[in-house]
């Protein structure tokens, strides 16, 4: 169990190519009710990860960045490109395809895959966004999103994408 952090209003859980974990976790936490599960997934393209927020469910095959993007447009989710200078990531690609926000902080990135994330996304005038990529409690955290929304998902995803979102990286530690 986590503990009660004053800050934390809102987690995203995006498993790799899998929303079990997402369901289980959105179950688990209905008995927080002052913290938002917003669900979501990342998905792996051939062209680079996608994070979708805001789908309980994965998007219809074939895995591309389009298709992928499409279908969170279509639920009224979020699309946005994970870590894109770090393995599987899109990179310069990117500019291809029509998603709402580019990864810019990612608590596993290096600071000059981060650096290079922060110049496409204001190069494409999309709004930046931080994943912490945690696949231990310890790595939770390490990166935050402040979002100017209420606590909604329907309210905080449209807040990402109008761009009312910074990515925040964690200077204090957090302790389970």
Excluded at 1 to 26: E, N, P, Q
Excluded at 82 to 98: D, I, L, Q
Aim: charged content about 20%; proline content about 5%; aromatic content about 6%.
């Amino acid at each position: 169990m986590l503990a009660a952090h004053s800050f934390i209003k809102v987690a995203a859980v995006t498993d790799h190519d899998s929303v079990r974990g997402c369901k289980a976790t959105v179950e688990l936490a209905s008995a927080y009710p002052d913290i938002l599960v917003i669900p979501g997934v990342e998905i792996s393209t051939l062209q680079g990860d996608i994070v979708v927020l805001g789908s309980e469910e994965l998007p219809p095959k074939p895995w591309t960045p389009e298709a992928v993007a499409d279908f969170a447009k279509s639920i009224g989710g979020v699309s946005i490109v994970a870590h894109p200078f770090r393995a599987y990531g899109m990179g310069e690609r990117a500019r291809n395809y029509k998603v709402d926000a580019i990864e810019v902080l990612n608590g596993g990135s290096s600071p000059d895959a981060n650096n290079k994330a922060k110049e496409l996304a204001k190069n494409l005038g999309l709004p930046g966004t931080a994943g912490s990529d945690a696949h231990q409690v310890s790595e939770l955290f390490s990166v935050y999103n402040k979002v100017d929304a209420i606590l909604d998902i329907e309210e905080v995803l449209k807040a990402i994408k109008k761009g009312s979102v910074s990515a925040q990286m964690n200077r204090g530690s957090i302790r389970f």
